[in-house]
């Protein structure tokens, strides 16, 4: 049904003249490649570009230079309705007026395509969607998750190459947003089209992307599948947006074929070697909250905070003048350390990720 359009952004920059005649830099020299079919979230805090980068995709913003390519063209400059792209809001936007049918085949309606072939149309999208119980009603008379649906559906049926997804489900609460989750990509899957999404959710971003991109300042931090992003973050800015991260220091002691040995206050540690770090200098590395081995003796250290999650029992301990996340999934019959008592913890090596130079 799409055309799985694979899209660049080439030394993408959008700065803003505000009405004091401040220039801001919003986007700042992006590059960025989304191959056909794939999903990728823009994810990062607020302020950082996501919206801009969007709108600029869609045609609501004119880049200040840089290109745009869907396909084999350079869109930059053209209006929204010239290009390829379908946009899903955040606030939905449906007409308040005219029913689902209606608002979902407005888009088909104003291309003057024949009556039968617009039937047809919605009510395929309906039918995937499924929403043919609620075909004549309006947006009042339905649940937000399910206004967001007659938007998603109003978007795919123009069955444009890619479709652009500005934090839709934000207005949605938390179950409701978990089940929207699986069912645009799911849909996103079945359909196969080349989608944008924007985000501050990590949670959201891990679950829904091939590939995470993180901004900051207008710039891009990182890009790679989540895995990457969680596991192999390449700076502290990127190891603590995503998840909780201990960022801790340790010496490069030596070399142990493509490993190196990494001296932390003593103890020494084999791990992947990062590029750019020789043996003898000192480096920040990060592990994880859950990559700590409770009950050996490598550290042994004081609990601050002891707290009962549920599914992990989380621990802080003070060493080495930082306060350490350490979480501990829960199985039953494990005995709990109450503040004040000492932990002994060793790190897991394969867990251990020395970050690159900034
Ligand atoms: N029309 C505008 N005029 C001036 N500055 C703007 C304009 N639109 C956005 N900006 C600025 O550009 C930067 C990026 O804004 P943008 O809306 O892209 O951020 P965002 O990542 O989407 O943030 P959020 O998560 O809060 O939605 C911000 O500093 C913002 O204040
Ligand atoms: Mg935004």
Known sequence: MSKKLKVELKNLTKTFVTNKNDQVKAVDNINLTINPGEFVCLLGPSGCGKTTTLRMLAGFEIPT???IFIGDENVANLTPDKRDTAMVFQNYALFPHMNVYDNIAYGLKLQKLPKSEIQSRVDKILKLMKMEDFAKRVPSEMSGGQQQRVSLARALIMESGVLLFDEPLSNLDAKLRLHMRDEIRKIQKQVGISSIYVTHDQEEAMGLSDKVVIMKDGMI????????IYQKPVNEFVAQFIGRANILDGKIVGKKGDNVLLDVHGVIYETEKTTGHEVGESVKFMVRPESFKLGETDFK??????????????YEVELFGKIFEISENNPMRKVTIEVGADLSFSMDPNSIHILEKE
């Open 301 to 314: 250290a004081p609990v601050t905070k002891s707290v009962f999650m549920g599914s992990h029992h989380e």
């Open 65 to 67: 230079s840089g290109e």
């Open 221 to 228: 931090m990182q890009v790679g599948s989540p895995r990457e």
